[in-house]
């Protein structure tokens, strides 16, 4: 079955660029979205379609797919990013989810 | 806005079924080309989804799951449910509904999880 591989974590400066990759078999075929979920929170679809956001989204966040990897991007990162962060795909029929990163804010 | 609510137990016994129901308000649950997810989430782990059942009452599920899974819908109560059979400490997990529709113009896939309830813990244990 197809899968997808992120990092456990990622770290990043406060006010400086996070990028969160999400690794899988030619994915760059592949439509790739994106969730947000904080502590004790459902997920929050951040970006569909590989680099759509969705309304009240902000600018901040942007993907991009090519290749075997997809890359979520965080701008200017602030303290209410930190959150767990999922890429996922359709394989077929199935959803099939990465198993997650730990946005860390320094 | 649409929104889900889950509900159901929030303690089942080993070897019986867990059964959960989504609530969807502000919306039909039929009245478009709507698939109908759960999604769990054991305890510090990742998502892992369980299946969908579409507007229409098609199902599909998740190979590792599919020999206990079934999901059904309740167009009167604006409801889908999901019963899991033959639970054991492996189901311990919050389960989440969640809505995804297909993009436009194409049938073959669909888009992300857009809407999401708050989830539910289920606990199985004895």
């Known amino acids: 079955s197809y899968e997808l591989t992120q990092p456990l974590s990622v770290s990043v400066a406060l006010g400086q660029t996070a990028r969160i990759t999400c690794g899988g078999n030619n994915i760059g075929a592949r439509n790739v979205h994106w969730y947000q979920q904080k502590s004790g929170q459902a997920p929050v679809l951040v970006i569909y379609?590989?680099?759509n956001r969705p309304s009240g989204i902000p600018e901040r966040f942007s993907a991009s797919n090519s290749g075997n990897t997809a890359t979520l991007t965080i701008t200017r990162a602030q303290a209410g990013d930190e959150a767990d962060y999922y890429c996922q795909v359709w394989e077929g029929r199935t959803g099939i989810f990465g198993g997650g990163t730990i946005l860390t804010v320094l | 806005q649409v929104q889900l609510q889950e509900s159901g137990p929030g303690l089942v016994k080993p070897s019986q079924t867990l059964s959960l129901t989504c609530t969807v308000s502000?919306?039909?649950?039929?009245?478009?080309?709507?698939?109908w997810n759960w999604v769990r989430q054991h305890p510090g782990k990742g998502l892992e989804w369980i299946g969908y059942?579409?507007?229409?009452?098609?199902?599909y599920y998740s190979a590792s799951l599919q020999s206990r899974v079934t999901m059904s819908l309740d167009t009167s109560e604006n409801q889908f449910s999901l019963r899991l059979t033959s639970v054991t400490a492996a189901d311990t997990a919050v389960y989440y509904c969640?809505?995804?529709?297909?993009?436009?113009?194409?049938?073959?896939?669909?888009?992300?999880?857009?809407?999401w309830g708050q989830g539910t813990m289920v606990t199985v244990s004895s």
């Open positions: 059942i579409s507007a229409t009452g098609s199902t």
């Open positions: 502000g919306g039909s649950i039929s009245g478009g080309d709507y698939f």
């Open positions: 969640a809505r995804a529709v297909p993009p436009p113009g194409v049938v073959v896939t669909l888009d992300g999880f857009d809407i």
């Open positions: 379609r590989d680099l």
